[in-house]
T-cell receptor
Framework: DGGITQSPKYLFRKEGQNVTLSCEQNLNHDAMYWYRQDPGQGLRLIYYSQIVNDFQKGDIAEGYSVSREKKESFPLTVTSAQKNPTAFYLC????????????FGPGTRLTVL | KQEVTQIPAALSVPEGENLVLNCSFTDSAIYNLQWFRQDPGKGLTSLLLIQSSQREQTSGRLNASLDKSSGRSTLYIAASQPGDSATYLCAVNHDRGSTLGRLYFGRGTQLTVWP
């Protein structure tokens, strides 16, 4: 089945720790995105990548880092510099061409203990 | 900056009603608009994609319209069912400068359809 997978589904972090959220897609999509969702708010863009080895900051990139070494993978690291990391994190991808639709993974819920 | 607003924030209706969910956006320079469905604790499922040159798209009981010049889109759900209960999100694909290809989301309409 083609799609986007995110792991883990639930993640617990102690304050001061860095954690990495995985996002993998087998749709052969060039563009990939990370969003954060908080209760009562719309999705906010953290980082996005239009092509391998290139990525841009979104609206709320502070305290996060990404890499794009492979087309299929776009991991997100939540660093200790992120002051309020408890949220639902969603990864998405889009095929080549600005007119294509975005598809989303199932999400990772991160909780800071 | 593109801003997307969805009205109403929540809607509760009996089964069988026809529904209209509204979405408005401030900058008409868009490539397309997507409607998504989100169930609690889940990712987003794409429902309909309307390109900027199109007026509407249909999929089953769903019909989405787009009036780009006025910055509005509506999602029409016919003969609603309890299984339609979810949050519906509208997102626009902005086409200015460095923001190419990214989506701007509204906060969603939380729909409850009761039997």
């Amino acid at each position: 089945d083609g799609g986007i997978t995110q792991s883990p589904k639930y993640l617990f972090r102690k304050e001061g720790q860095n954690v990495t959220l995985s996002c993998e897609q087998n749709l052969n999509h060039d563009a990939m995105y990370w969003y954060r969702q908080d209760p009562g708010q719309g999705l906010r863009l953290i980082y996005y990548s239009q092509i391998v080895n290139d990525f841009q900051k979104g609206d709320i990139a502070e305290g996060y880092s990404v890499s794009r070494e492979k087309k299929e993978s776009f991991p997100l690291t939540v660093t200790s510099a992120q002051k309020n990391p408890t949220a639902f994190y969603l990864c998405a991808s889009r095929g080549t061409g600005i007119y294509n639709e975005q598809f989303f993974g199932p999400g990772t819920r991160l909780t800071v203990l | 900056k593109q801003e997307v607003t969805q009205i109403p924030a929540a809607l509760s209706v009996p089964e069988g009603e026809n529904l209209v969910l509204n979405c408005s956006f401030t900058d008409s320079a868009i490539y397309n608009l997507q409607w998504f469905r989100q169930d609690p604790g889940k990712g987003l499922t794409s429902l309909l994609l309307i390109q900027s040159s199109q007026r509407e798209q249909t999929s089953g009981r769903l019909n989405a319209s787009l009036d780009k010049s006025s910055g509005r889109s509506t999602l029409y759900i016919a003969a609603s069912q309890p299984g339609d209960s979810a949050t519906y999100l509208c997102a626009v694909n902005h086409d200015r400068g460095s923001t190419l290809g990214r989506l701007y989301f509204g906060r969603g309409t939380q729909l409850t359809v009761w039997p």
